[in-house]
């Protein structure tokens, strides 16, 4: 679970999109649908702008690889996990990565996938990572912002002594 909590909110944009991955799957075109069964993507912490500052040899962060599509391991339900433009797609070219990642976003990024929300001071926002993609949509310029954010995590197999 991830959490956002809103500080200071610029006069004007600053909003966040929140994308519906799993309704985007249940909608998706069968052949893109297709395509995209078994493909993995590999994402480099150092090439997410939040974490720029990362060196390149930093062990500890590694690439990772993450099921395009995949089952919540929760839920089970299927949901998207197609990162962004700076991602790769194992066993794919930079082109074909591109390619295929973008078709995934235009086909995600529109309604009625999409909810934008508009921050006033104070907002808690929560949303489950598996299950949907966000992102600042900018448009604020030099104006402040402060989002404060934090994640939880359930883990099923973990006790506590009684």
């Known amino acids: 679970m991830n959490f956002l909590y809103s500080v200071i909110v610029p006069e004007e944009g600053g909003d ?20 995209l069964e078994g493909l993995q993507i590999e994402v480099d912490a150092r090439k997410i702008p939040d974490f720029s500052s990362l060196k390149e ?14 089952n919540h391991d929760e839920s089970g339900i299927e949901s998207l996990y197609p990162g962004n433009g700076n991602v790769t797609i194992k066993g794919k070219t930079k082109e074909e990565s591109r390619d295929i990642i973008g078709r995934v976003l235009a086909h995600l990024d529109r309604e009625p996938y999409v909810y934008y929300h508009k921050w006033t001071k104070g907002d808690l926002v929560l949303w489950d990572n598996k299950t949907c993609m966000h992102r600042s ?4 310029g030099n104006h402040p912002r402060k989002l404060f954010r934090t994640q939880c995590f359930h883990h099923p197999n973990l006790r506590t002594q009684s």
């Open 16 to 35: 966040t999109g929140f994308a519906d991955t799993v309704l985007a799957l249940q909608q998706m075109d069968p052949e893109l649908r297709k395509e």
């Open 57 to 70: 040899d930093d062990e500890r962060f590694p690439v990772a690889l993450h099921s395009i599509i995949f």
């Open 137 to 140: 949509m900018g448009g604020y």
